[in-house]
């Protein structure tokens, strides 16, 4: 990813040290406070783009400050024509990892069916960690809205074991904070599609609901399920879709694809839960307890005993899970 040249390598305070990624709401740099001898990851954007994800931002950030696993909003500000969010600075995406891993299979095992590419202990972890990160930001009337991969980060060390939630930028209250009342259940129009593709929800995606807490954890439940299964989401197979028959065929595939047949071969638990977050009603607050506990007891019962750290590279599988691990990578 090449750093837009525009932006100058001095803004404000902030000296822009390396470019972390960009995406629709502006591009992210690992930037050195020249007073503070500090380092954040600065998000930049144009003050002309019409779209507010910054502001938004900010809003969420300040409404989600000490919550487990969201990073500090440390600053705001706005120099010539670039406005920024200086955010704590963490370490690699769980798309990175995943990518990571995901490598061709050379040699003989071309042919073979692709691997499952993370373990049963790892996905049990992150389960719990983003179950936790969405009961902790809904607990504060905040939906997430863009729940995926590229937005769950691990922590730098000595945090490595934490997996955060980033990018407020699609998010939205799910409550009026004077009134405490639920936002009014709507149909959306064919507009601007909110949140990523590959893991927003089923009602939002094909039956154009508006987002509520439930789609949030069923982002969750999808993240989990193409993580775990061989080759991942079947829609995700033709990668990033830019072209109007793969964003078709990703809608018919998330459409049509039942729970059942999307977690054959994986643990019943994984079905469970899509099956539960999409039974939710609008209004209803998931079980976030009851999940939590679902996996541990998941991981339990596969040998692994504690899972609240996640751990990357994962730790060699105690004996009796290994005979479970090769059956779901077959
Ligand atoms: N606090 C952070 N620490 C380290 N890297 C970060 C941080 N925030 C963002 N990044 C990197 O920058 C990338 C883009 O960040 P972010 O998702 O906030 O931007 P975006 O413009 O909303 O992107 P998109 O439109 O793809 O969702 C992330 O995937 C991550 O690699």
Same mark, same amino acid.
């Given at each position: 990813?090449?750093?837009?040249?525009?932006?100058?390598?001095?803004?404000? +305070?902030? /000296?822009?040290?390396?470019?972390?990624?960009?995406?629709?709401?502006?591009?992210?740099?690992?930037?050195?406070?020249?007073?503070?001898?500090?380092?954040?990851?600065?998000?930049?954007?144009?003050?002309?783009?019409?779209?507010?994800?910054?502001?938004?931002?900010?809003?969420?950030?300040?409404?989600?400050?000490?919550?487990?696993?969201?990073?500090?909003?440390?600053?705001?500000?706005?120099?010539?024509? /670039?406005?920024?969010?200086?955010?704590?600075?963490?370490?690699?995406?769980?798309?990175?990892?995943?990518?990571?891993?995901?490598?061709?299979?050379?040699?003989?095992?071309?042919?073979?069916?692709?691997?499952?590419?993370?373990?049963?202990?790892?996905?049990?972890?992150?389960?719990?960690?983003?179950?936790?990160? *969405?009961?902790?930001?809904?607990?504060?009337?905040?939906?997430?809205?863009?729940?995926?991969?590229?937005?769950?980060?691990?922590?730098?060390?000595?945090?490595?074991?934490?997996?955060?939630?980033?990018?407020?930028?699609?998010?939205?209250?799910?409550?009026? =904070?004077?009134?405490?009342?639920?936002?009014?259940?709507?149909?959306?129009?064919?507009? =601007?599609?909110?949140?990523?593709?590959?893991?927003?929800?089923?009602?939002?995606?094909?039956?154009?609901?508006?987002?509520?807490?439930?789609?949030?954890? +069923?982002?969750?439940?999808?993240?989990?399920?193409?993580?775990?299964? =061989?080759?991942?989401?079947? /829609?995700?197979?033709?990668?990033?879709?830019?072209?109007?028959?793969?964003?078709?065929? *990703?809608?018919?595939?998330?459409?049509?694809?039942?729970?059942? &047949?999307?977690?054959?071969?994986?643990?019943? +638990?994984?079905?469970?839960?899509?099956?539960?977050?999409?039974?939710?009603?609008?209004?209803?607050?998931? &079980?976030?307890?009851?999940?939590?506990?679902?996996?541990?007891?998941?991981?339990?019962?596969?040998?692994?005993?504690?899972?609240?750290?996640?751990? /990357?590279?994962?730790?060699?599988?105690?004996? +009796?899970?290994?005979?479970?691990?090769?059956?779901?990578?077959?």
């Amino acid at each position: 990813m090449s750093k837009p040249k525009t932006i100058p390598r001095v803004l404000g +305070e902030y /000296w822009l040290e390396e470019h972390l990624g960009t995406g629709s709401s502006g591009s992210v740099f690992k930037a050195y406070h020249l007073k503070k001898h500090t380092r954040v990851a600065l998000k930049v954007q144009r003050k002309t783009l019409t779209n507010a994800h910054l502001d938004k931002e900010k809003i969420a950030y300040s409404l989600l400050r000490t919550c487990k696993g969201i990073p500090t909003l440390r600053a705001t500000g706005a120099i010539g024509r /670039w406005k920024y969010l200086a955010i704590g600075l963490l370490g690699p995406s769980l798309e990175s990892l995943y990518q990571k891993d995901t490598k061709p299979i050379v040699g003989f095992l071309t042919d073979t069916k692709p691997r499952a590419i993370m373990d049963l202990r790892t996905v049990c972890s992150i389960a719990i960690q983003l179950i936790s990160r *969405v009961q902790s930001i809904h607990d504060r009337g905040v939906l997430h809205r863009d729940i995926h991969l590229g937005n769950c980060l691990v922590g730098l060390p000595p945090d490595e074991g934490t997996i955060y939630l980033i990018d407020f930028a699609f998010s939205n209250c799910y409550e009026d =904070p004077k009134t405490g009342q639920h936002i009014p259940y709507q149909q959306r129009d064919q507009g =601007p599609f909110v949140g990523n593709y590959f893991f927003t929800s089923k009602n939002v995606h094909c039956h154009l609901k508006e987002p509520a807490r439930r789609d949030d954890m +069923e982002a969750v439940a999808l993240v989990l399920i193409h993580l775990l299964i =061989p080759g991942g989401l079947p /829609w995700t197979i033709y990668g990033d879709p830019h072209a109007n028959a793969i964003m078709d065929f *990703v809608h018919a595939s998330k459409c049509y694809t039942l729970p059942e &047949d999307l977690c054959r071969g994986i643990p019943s +638990e994984f079905k469970d839960f899509l099956q539960d977050c999409r039974q939710l009603k609008f209004t209803a607050s998931p &079980d976030y307890d009851h999940w939590k506990n679902t996996f541990r007891q998941l991981a339990q019962t596969h040998g692994f005993s504690n899972i609240d750290r996640f751990i /990357w590279p994962p730790p060699p599988l105690p004996l +009796e899970s290994t005979k479970t691990s090769l059956r779901l990578s077959l």
